[in-house]
């Protein structure tokens, strides 16, 4: 089962969990498709076969200005060989810090037109995903 999009009662609790911690990092953990799919989206597809690398990178295109915008940032983005401690059968193909000042900010950005017009890149490029909310103690 891969997970792609936070269900409504996710959503509810991430809110409930972290409105009022201030300042919540998410953790990304994402798994790339070999080939992007964008059925369903052609209105964002690039006109030739990408890799879903190629259309996360589009959507970090579009979406990196919004985060700024929303005042959230970038804190760390990389790629991992697999777990020191965890599943030797599992992988990330690329791992994504990003702040958000808060709650508020997070909701801001994820309803922003201008992102989910575009959100469809990363719909097409991800085979698997994790988010984990992080907030500092």
């Known amino acids: 089962m891969s997970h792609i999009a936070a269900t409504p009662e996710a959503g509810k609790q991430f809110y ?21 799919d ?7 597809d690039p006109g030739k076969e990408i890799s879903g690398r190629e259309a996360y990178q589009l959507y ?11 005042g959230s940032r970038v804190l760390f983005l990389g ?11 599992e992988s990330w193909d690329l791992v994504l810090l990003v702040e958000h000042g808060s709650v508020a900010q997070f909701v801001a950005f994820a309803q922003n037109e201008d992102d989910l017009k575009t959100a469809g890149h990363r719909t097409a490029a991800l ?11």
Do not use: C
């Not at 972290?18 to 953790?27: A, E, R, S």
């Not at 790629?79 to 059968?89: K, N, T, V």
């Open 16 to 36: 409930q969990a972290y409105h009022d911690q201030g300042k919540v990092v998410m953790l990304n953990l994402l798994k790339f498709k070999t080939v992007a």
């Open 38 to 44: 964008y059925s369903g989206l052609e209105h964002l």
């Open 60 to 70: 970090m295109e579009a979406t990196t200005p919004l985060l700024k915008a929303a």
């Open 79 to 89: 790629e991992s060989a697999g777990y020191l401690i965890g599943p030797q059968d």
């Open 127 to 137: 085979a698997d995903s994790r988010l984990l909310p992080i907030s500092q103690k």
